[in-house]
Nanobody, 124 residues
Framework: QVQLVESGGGLVQAGGSLRLSCAAS????????MGWFRQAPGKEREFVAT????????IYADSVKGRFTISRDNAKNTVYLQINSLKPEDTAVYYC?????????????????WGQGTQVTVSS
């Protein structure tokens, strides 16, 4: 069982930056692939980024490549999402999730545990 709590969201101007954090409970954090997803009003939840158990491999959605960076600190049971060059279309609730998978996955149905989300709002 893993419990996830996101933080770091807020209201920023276009071009600004935020660093989202996701703190996980439990001693098995280092065995989970971790991911970030987002959901804008009226839209489906979409994949943003994922990181391997070791942190050595990552995958990003095309829409965020070069602007977002996912990382993890297994000693702190925390995964991060650094968001730079924010655009109004990045406005959404951002969720972190954990998948008991041996390989990276972008499919949300393969993630078993989800946080409550943190709101990111980008003004133009």
């Amino acid at each position: 069982q893993v419990q996830l709590v996101e933080s770091g969201g807020g209201l920023v101007q276009a071009g600004g930056s935020l660093r989202l954090s996701c703190a996980a409970s439990g001693r098995t954090f280092s065995t989970y692939v971790m991911g970030w997803f987002r959901q804008a009003p009226g839209k489906e939840r979409e994949f943003v980024a994922t990181i391997s158990v070791s942190g050595g491999s990552t995958i990003y959605a095309d829409s965020v490549k070069g602007r977002f960076t996912i990382s993890r600190d297994n000693a702190k049971n925390t995964v991060y999402l650094q968001i730079n060059s924010l655009k109004p279309e990045d406005t959404a609730v951002y969720y972190c999730a954990a998948a008991p998978m041996p390989v990276l996955t972008t499919r949300k149905y393969e993630y078993d545990y989800w946080g409550q989300g943190t709101q990111v709002t980008v003004s133009s």
